[in-house]
């Protein structure tokens, strides 16, 4: 969940097609894990020399324990577990290993209608707290083998299990954390599937591809995607969207299954873009601000609108878990919830918050990660049905936050 860029002056496109202003066009980024993940790793550097002096006072707790794959987990420090909030904010939990971060729950919380978990992006030496957030405060607070770079989904919240990797391998860590986070597979990066029984691994860049269980930590046989698959886009139940090899043949975005291999997608325009998937459901966005939602297990346009022409290259959307809302946000639209049939809007963001994380805590409730004062970010839900936005969080650290939630991963 990639966040917009603040400096930029937001073109605000409104349900009804009207825009609040022009402004050229940001070109996408395509490039791989590994070249983004070297700009971001550089910045991770310079904020690793302005905290050096304080992890040197605290490298005696860097204590670690080896898993079956000859990497290092970090050893369980004391957890922070916080009953349901009765007064306006609970004190902060505090990182006292790798960033200088802290977590501090409001009252608000009590409105969560789910589980958050969130991570600081980590530095160039890697590793990360992770906090679970539920109704009841905070859950644990815990150090793990997180590395930086942009991936699609560096967290994926799948029943009680957290999923994540570290470009060798792929971890799981019950949100509970009543052990070390264990290593399950080799792994790069992973994708969901939109289904709580099955995560992809995505091994040596883009090479193979695996299923995981998160239940049970199985893995599946190993897919070599290599001559057939460029890279992966995003995941479904029933297998990948991809950018294929051959395009001339399959298009820009092709579906893969373990069963069938390679076909193409029937969108209308060639040209559009994955913007999200999940279960059986596909969202594309063309050049033209068409949106075309395909349920890929029927092969059939389940839903199309369109919005003001123009270049939405920096817009970003997320299917809520039962697949009957989309949410919409970016620096080039207004933030909104529609359905995904016709577009209609379902609720409207404030229109001046800076949105840097989006996410699903069940079909009738969202999750924001917005930008607030000295630096610090607030963790806001929205109650759909009731119209109402409370704060359950505040984010205090240097750098940006990583963020899922137990309805959907975005």
Known sequence: MNGRDAGEEPRRVHADGSADGEGPAAERPRDSIDRRTATLTAAGMLAAGLLGGWMIGAAGDNTTIPDQFGSTVPSPVATSIVASPTTSTSPPSVSTRFPLTSLEVLSGASELAGVVVVAPHPGATGGSPLWILSGEGLVRRYEVPLWPGDYPNPLILSGDQVAFADLENAYLADIGLDGAPRAVSEGSFLLPSG?????????????????????????????????????????????????PVDEATFGQVAHWAPDAGLRPVEV?????????????????????????????????????????????????????????????????????????ASGDVIHELEPDEQIDAIGWVSSDQLVIQTAAEEGRRLLRVIDLPGGTVTDIASLSGLGSWWMTASGSNC
């Open 268 to 340: 209308d325009d060639p040209q559009s873009r994955l913007l999200t998937a999940a279960g059986t459901l596909a969202v594309f966005l063309s050049p033209g601000n068409t949106f075309q939602v395909l349920d890929m297990a029927r092969s059939a346009t389940v839903g199309q609108f369109s919005m003001q022409p123009g270049e939405f290259v920096n817009v970003e959307g997320c299917l809520s878990p039962d697949g009957s809302s989309i949410a919409l946000f970016g620096s080039e639209i207004l933030d909104v919830v529609v359905g995904p």
């Open 195 to 243: 289904t709580s029984d099955l995560i992809w691994i995505v091994g040596d860049g883009a090479a193979w591809v695996a299923q995981l269980d998160p239940s049970t930590g199985a893995v599946g046989e190993r897919f070599d995607v290599s001559a057939v698959i460029s890279w992966p886009e995003g995941g479904l139940e029933s297998g990948l969207l991809v950018r």
